[in-house]
C-alpha cells in the first residue's frame, strides 16, 4: 500500500469509527434528554440513513457511467439489493439499541455492544469448525470476566432492562454483519436493507402509537435523530466499507474495541456522564481480553500459513 492509501485509508477507518463511537453519544443525549421518544429516533435514523446511503450510491453510478462512457461495453455488474431478512435484522438492531440506550449509560452501552458482537461472531467461527489458539480461550474468559463484572450490579436495578435491550441489539448487529460477507457490493445491499426497513418503522410507529401513546418529538431532538441517520450511521458505513477491503480482519476487528472508549469520553465530554471506576475495571477486562482473542486468531492464522 503506497503513502496515499496508506493515509486515506487510516482517515477512512478513524472516521468510521469516531462516527459509530458518536452514534451510542448522540442517542443518549437525545434519548435521556426526553428530546424525542426511542421509536421516533429509529424511525428518522433508518430514514435519514436510507435516503444519504441512496444519493451516495446514485452519485457513484454516474461516475462509473461517465468513466466507461465512450469504452468498448462490458457486461454489467449485479447491482445487489439486500434482502429482507437481513433488513428485518437491521431494523431490530436499531430499534433495541434506541430502547437500551433510555435506561443504560452511554460508556456501558457502547462496551457491551462490543463485547457482544465479537463474543457472537467467534462463537459463529467455532460453530463453523475453526479451531482456537490458546490465547483466544483465555481471552474469551477475560472478556467474559469483565462482562460478568459490568452486568451483575445492575441486575437488580431497573437497568438491567436496557442491558437486556443493548444485548439484543449487540446480537442482532453481528448477525448483520456475518450477512454482509457474504455481499459483493455492500454499498447496494445497505442502501436496499435501510429501505426495506421503512414498512417496518411504519407499522412499529403506529403500533407504537396505539398501545404506548409516547410518541413525542421536539426538533432538537429530529435533528440529532436525523444527524444520527444521515452522518454518523450513512456516510460512517461508507466510509467503513471503502476502509474494509484494504485492512485485516483482525485489524478492523481491533479498530472496533476502540468504539466503546471513543464513546466514553465522548459521553463525558458533551453530557456529562461520568467515567467510573467499574466501568475502568470492566472495560480493562473486556477490550484486554478480546485484544488477546485477536493476538490469538492472528497467531492461528501464522501457524495455518506455514503448515501450508
Partial sequence: MNPSHLIQTTLFTSLSIIGFSANAVICRWALDHQLIDPMSFSSLRLGSAAAVLFVVMFWFSLRKAQIKAGEKAEKPQVVGRGSWKAALILFIYTVFFSYGYVAISTATGALLLAAVVQLTILGYALRQG????SAEWLGVAIALLGLWY???????TPSWWGLVM???SAYTWALYTLNGRK???PLSDTAYNFYRTLPMVAVASILSLLFTEQLFLTSKGVLLAVVSGAVTTGLGYILWYSALPKISSSLASATQLL????AAFGAMWLIDEPITVPFMI???LMLGGLGLVLHGRNQHRKASRKIS
Fill in 130 to 133: 475453526e479451531k482456537l489458539h
Fill in 150 to 156: 459490568l452486568v451483575y450490579p445492575k441486575l437488580t
Fill in 166 to 168: 443493548m444485548t439484543i
Fill in 183 to 185: 455481499s459483493k457490493n
Fill in 259 to 262: 468504539v466503546p472508549l471513543f
Fill in 282 to 284: 470492566a472495560a480493562t
